[in-house]
């Protein structure tokens, strides 16, 4: 499996023209936290918390199959956190506590 940094994930979800135009997100941690909670465990609940964390400044590896498998709302959310980190539209400390808030509603949920 090949493996790949954040940046070269980023760059592949660009590319991802079979699933159609992405939609804009004006604002897309609080949409990627609510997609997380509610789709956890699923893949791409995973998928977008590993994007937050990469995001953040974490070291997160990600593979070809990620972006296979990703749906059209996830590939949206994705694309829109990408943008949000490249425009630099939350600092590094807003990355991190949004990244902190859904892993503890996501350890909560594993609770029950």
Same mark, same amino acid.
């Given at each position: ?30 949409? %990627?936290? @609510? ?6 465990? #699923?893949?791409?609940? *995973?998928?977008?918390? /590993? =994007? ?29 956190? %990408?943008? @949000? ?6 600092? #590094?400390?807003?990355? *991190?506590?949004?990244? /902190? =808030? ?11």
């Amino acid at each position: 499996m090949d493996h790949l940094s954040a940046t070269k994930f980023i760059a592949l979800l660009s590319l991802r023209v079979d699933l159609g135009r992405p939609r804009r997100i004006p604002d897309p941690l609080p949409k %990627a936290n @609510a997609i997380v909670i509610s789709d956890w465990p #699923r893949r791409n609940a *995973q998928l977008l918390l /590993r =994007l937050m964390r990469a995001l953040g400044g974490r070291d997160e590896v990600f593979s070809m199959r990620d972006v296979e498998g990703m749906s059209h709302e996830t590939l949206s959310v994705a694309m829109a956190l %990408a943008a @949000a980190g490249i425009n630099g539209s939350y600092s #590094r400390s807003q990355w *991190q506590a949004h990244t /902190r =808030l859904t892993e503890r509603a996501v350890r909560s949920l594993k609770k029950r």
